[in-house]
């Protein structure tokens, strides 16, 4: 399967512990983009990058969230002191240029209990 | 964060019924697209409109970008069990705004065989 890869699917964490996920987007994809969904409600942009470079960040990116993609392949997505109100889907989306079709991962979910 | 404002939340429908559904913006899109999206799963793309008054087809689905810029439907004709999901639709503005989506809330569609 070449499309946008998420690990781990599902993740169930204490409140006030950090969390990563990883994204690995459609080979040769330079954009690549985080969204956060919760139930019931469509996804919500978190951020994104061009290569290396992280270029936007949505004001629902609190500083305890932080993305990397430090080689302009994979993606980091990194939570520090998790809140109940973290719970939801984190999805990976990536596309090859600006403007062009984005596709998304499966997702990740994450629980804050 | 903004949203789309997508119609109607939930269809429940016999299988083989043709269904409708459209979402509307206070802001102009130069791309609407719609998904798919299974329980547990990110979204699928479905169909892509890129110049406004474009009506395309997928099988047995057809989406048209409205004129305004605004709006867009889908229509599913014919309905199966496996057409059962959310469906949403996302606006975009490529080369602004980092090329990023804004959705919908969402439609859920049941289809009684």
Redesign the interface.
């Known amino acids: 399967d070449t499309g946008v890869s998420q690990d781990p699917r599902h993740k169930i964490t204490k409140r006030g512990q950090n969390v990563t996920f990883r994204c690995d987007p459609i080979s040769e994809h330079n954009r690549l983009y985080w969204y956060r969904q919760t139930l019931g409600q469509g996804p919500e942009f978190l951020t994104y990058f061009q290569n290396e470079a992280q270029l936007e960040k949505s004001r629902l990116l609190s500083d305890r969230f932080s993305a990397e993609r430090p080689k302009g392949s994979f993606s980091t997505l990194e939570i520090q002191r998790t809140e109940q109100g973290d719970s939801a889907m984190y999805l990976c989306a990536s596309s090859l240029t600006a403007g062009n079709t984005i596709y998304f991962g499966e997702g990740s979910w994450l629980t804050v209990v | 964060?903004q949203?789309?404002n997508?119609s109607p939340q939930s269809m429940f429908i016999q299988e083989g019924e043709d269904v409708s559904m459209n979402c509307t913006s206070s802001s102009i899109f130069n791309?609407w697209?719609w998904?798919k999206q299974d329980p547990?799963?990110?979204?699928?793309?479905l169909i892509?409109l890129y110049k406004a008054g474009e009506l395309t087809s997928n099988g047995r689905l057809t989406a048209q970008f409205g004129i305004t810029r605004k709006d867009s439907f889908l229509n599913i004709s014919a309905s199966i069990p496996s057409d059962v999901g959310i469906y949403?639709c996302?606006g975009?503005l490529?080369?602004t705004?980092?090329?990023?989506?804004?959705?919908?809330?969402?439609t859920q569609l049941t289809v009684n065989p």
């Open positions: 964060g949203q789309l997508q791309t697209l998904y547990g799963e990110g979204p699928v793309l892509a949403f996302a975009q490529r080369e705004s980092g090329s990023r989506l804004t959705f919908g809330e969402g």
